[in-house]
């Protein structure tokens, strides 16, 4: 077998559909909404990079920390032979865990971008001359199916991007992933946690403004892909913390009545003035409801890592 290999299970035209079936579901719903999944083309991933260097967001930082710590105790825990990770882009975070997993053989970057798991697949490979890399092409909400590789495997899904997920879906997401695991393969699971409001909602709307253009940028990717006529600088970005369901909203409000006109979709969507469309919830978490969520779909909660600030978490847990 190649030491790298890339396999498709996304038709070519599956982003564009699911654009498409998003953006007039999510226009056409009362309240507006939209997935943020969107926002990540060349440029959202070149905004969403420079965030993660903000001093106001700490998420990324804060995980980078327990990896760097807690790698070695990872590893010798799950004895890995099978690192599985979703949403992988660079594959930056996980190079640590590979780095102490002395068992791994296989690596499975999952992600929607081929070029993405290219370039990390090759990078690690020149630095880990002994691993086979299996990339998948693929959207990890819409049904994955795994390549048969060795046991016991390690499931990785870090960043916190499961708070995007609300409650329904998160059940689903956490079952389909209990179901592609066997009895003794492992969950790695990021997830930032609750705090107080001032830090949550700054970490969301940056004094710079680099939060804002991220959020807007949804909106230039409708205009270049359905050839929308958003005009970006017609909605403010707001960020608020939903105490009552304990998580933050990311939302465009217009400045003013309007109607956006997408040709693509054969839509004229009105907005009235100071209406909102929200674009991202982003969940926080407590350590005993994770540990509820997991053990709902099948999963026992093992070990709880957190950063020395106690802002961000990492739990391993294991498939009955």
């Known amino acids: 077998m190649s030491p ?12 564009a559909a699911a654009l498409r079936a998003d953006v007039r579901q999510g226009l056409t719903h ?4 939209l997935p943020p999944k969107w926002f990540y083309d060349a440029r959202g991933s ?16 804060a995980e980078r920390e327990i990896l760097l710590a807690r790698s070695g105790e ?25 780095g102490a997993l002395e068992s791994l053989d296989t690596y499975v970057p999952v992600d929607v971008s081929p070029s993405a798991l290219e370039t990390a697949g090759r990078a690690l490979l020149a630095g880990h001359p002994g691993l086979t890399v299996h990339a998948l ?11 048969d590789t060795p046991g016991p495997r390690l499931l990785a899904f870090l960043g916190g991007t499961i708070g995007n997920l609300l409650p329904g ?11 592609l695991l066997a009895p003794g393969d492992a969950l790695l699971l990021g997830t930032d946690l609750v705090k107080d409001e001032a830090t949550l909602v700054a970490a969301y709307d940056d ?26 600088d017609d909605f ?13 909203e990311m939302r465009l409000r217009a400045r003013r009545a309007l109607t956006v006109k997408i040709p693509a979709l054969g839509l004229a969507v009105p907005f009235a003035a100071g209406e909102e469309l929200r674009t991202e919830v982003s969940a926080k978490f407590r350590e005993e409801g994770v540990r509820a969520e997991l053990a709902a779909a099948g999963m026992d909660l093992t070990h709880w890592w957190t950063d020395a600030a106690g802002r961000f978490a990492l739990s391993l847990s294991v498939r009955r």
Do not use: C
Not at 30 to 33: G, L
Not at 169 to 179: G, I, K, N
Not at 208 to 229: K, M, Y
């Open 4 to 15: 790298f290999t890339l396999t498709r299970t996304l038709p070519a035209d599956a982003t």
């Open 30 to 33: 009362d309240p507006k909404e």
């Open 46 to 61: 070149e905004l969403f990079d420079e965030i993660t260097r903000l001093p106001v967001y700490y998420p990324t930082r």
């Open 74 to 98: 990872i590893a010798a825990a799950t004895g890995a032979r099978t690192l599985i990770e979703l949403g992988s882009g660079s594959s930056e975070k996980t190079r640590h865990l590979i």
């Open 137 to 147: 092409v693929a959207d990890f909400q819409h049904g994955l199916t795994l390549p």
């Open 169 to 179: 879906e998160r059940a689903a997401f956490l079952r389909e992933m209990h179901d």
């Open 207 to 232: 004094p710079q403004g680099v939060t804002a253009a991220f959020n807007r940028n949804v909106l230039h990717v409708i205009n270049r892909e359905l050839e929308a006529d958003f005009d970006p």
């Open 236 to 248: 403010t970005h707001l960020a608020r913390w939903n105490a009552e369901d304990a998580w933050i």
